[in-house]
Structures are given as C-alpha cells and as structure tokens.
C-alpha cells in the first residue's frame, strides 16, 4: 500500500511523484528525495522516500470511469471505452488496430447534453489492458479536462493504480428527475 503524501501549501492529499526537473531534483533523487508536485495548488516540493514501504511512482492520479471514445489521425479512425482518466493521459478499450507513437484527436464523451471533450494524445503503450494515451498538452490547459477531473478526484482520491471499472455507472440526469432527487 502506498503511503499518502499531503501538499505543504494547501495541506491537500492528492499529491503524486513528479519526474526531476532541475538539477537540484536530479542531484536529490540519488539520495532518495523525490519531488512531488500538488493536483490542487500546483505546488513543487520534495520529501524523502528513505525507509517508507513504497511511494506510489505514478505522476497523475488515475479516475477510473467508463466513457465513450472516438479518435481520429492519419486515415485511422476508431471509437472505444475510456477506462481510466489522468491529467496526463487516458486507458482505453478499442478493436482499432493502432501502433505505439501513433498521434490521434480523441473526442471523450462526458456527458450526453454536453460537446465532447476534445484533446491530442499520442499512443504510449498496447497491453491486454488497453491502449494507453498521453496527452500532447497538459491537462491544465484544457479547462473542461481539468475541471471534469478534478470533480472525479475527491470521490476517487484514494484510487492510485490498477482502476477498475465503477460497479455502477453514475445516474444520468434524466434518472434523478425520475426518481424525485434534484
């Protein structure tokens, strides 16, 4: 089980490891102080990784979510599932045929009212568990991204890895007027 790292400036869990980028970092990791960066506040620190059971390696937490797909590049057009979502990519289930370093346009269906969410990704990994995507652009950028996966994370805050699909999908709005919620 990891161990929960909590921000320093918003006091916030949700913090995952982030890859060196300074000299500084690149010089702490030999000694096994590792940088981490906050989801919430953006927030850059480093904390010592010595002696704990394990630090989750991941940079961006993972929402596990069942959403409908369809990508386009080149002359390669597909639709799957999105398995699970991250500020720095996606897991999807698809029959397409596509090839690691493949660059698509994914169109993510978030709601049924709404436009899709639209965003460049670049095919990282094909495994049994799916087509792995990284987005071209940071998350942050994308403002409709980022605010949908931001509502997700504090249901999902504890869910680092290996998501699994919800055991029931969320009601869809016309299922909470029927049933008198608002």
Same mark, same amino acid.
Request: glycine share 6%; net charge positive; hydrophobic share 40%.
């Given at each position: 089980? %990891?161990?929960? #790292?909590?921000?320093p400036a918003c006091r916030q869990g949700g913090v995952l490891r982030s890859q060196p980028q300074s000299t500084r970092e690149r010089v702490a990791s030999w000694v096994w102080i590792v940088p981490f960066h906050c989801q919430c506040c953006s927030h850059r620190f480093l904390t010592c990784s010595l002696g704990k059971?394990?630090?989750? !390696? !991941?940079?961006?937490?993972?929402? @596990? #979510?069942?959403?409908? &797909?369809? =990508?386009?590049?080149?002359?390669?057009?597909?639709?799957?599932?999105?398995?699970? *979502? %991250?500020?720095?990519g996606c897991i999807i289930r698809s029959e397409t045929n596509v090839h690691v370093d493949d660059i698509f346009y994914l169109e993510i269906a978030v $709601?049924?009212?709404?436009? @899709?969410?639209? #965003? $460049?990704?670049?095919?990282?990994?094909?495994? $049994?568990?799916?087509? $792995?995507?990284? =987005?071209? !652009?940071?998350? /942050?950028?994308?403002? !409709? &991204? *980022?605010? =949908?996966? /931001?509502?997700?994370?504090?249901?999902t805050s504890s869910v680092l890895s290996n998501a699994v699909? @919800?055991? #029931?999908? @969320?009601? &869809?709005?016309?299922?909470?007027?029927?049933?008198?919620?608002?």
């Amino acid at each position: 089980m %990891s161990r929960q #790292v909590v921000c320093p400036a918003c006091r916030q869990g949700g913090v995952l490891r982030s890859q060196p980028q300074s000299t500084r970092e690149r010089v702490a990791s030999w000694v096994w102080i590792v940088p981490f960066h906050c989801q919430c506040c953006s927030h850059r620190f480093l904390t010592c990784s010595l002696g704990k059971e394990s630090l989750d !390696r !991941r940079e961006h937490l993972r929402i @596990p #979510v069942r959403l409908c &797909l369809s =990508f386009s590049g080149g002359k390669i057009r597909g639709e799957g599932i999105v398995m699970d *979502l %991250s500020l720095g990519g996606c897991i999807i289930r698809s029959e397409t045929n596509v090839h690691v370093d493949d660059i698509f346009y994914l169109e993510i269906a978030v $709601a049924e009212d709404e436009s @899709p969410i639209e #965003v $460049a990704a670049m095919v990282r990994s094909i495994s $049994a568990r799916g087509i $792995a995507f990284k =987005f071209l !652009r940071k998350a /942050q950028e994308n403002k !409709r &991204l *980022l605010s =949908f996966i /931001q509502s997700r994370a504090g249901a999902t805050s504890s869910v680092l890895s290996n998501a699994v699909e @919800p055991a #029931v999908p @969320p009601p &869809l709005a016309q299922d909470r007027d029927a049933s008198g919620e608002s």
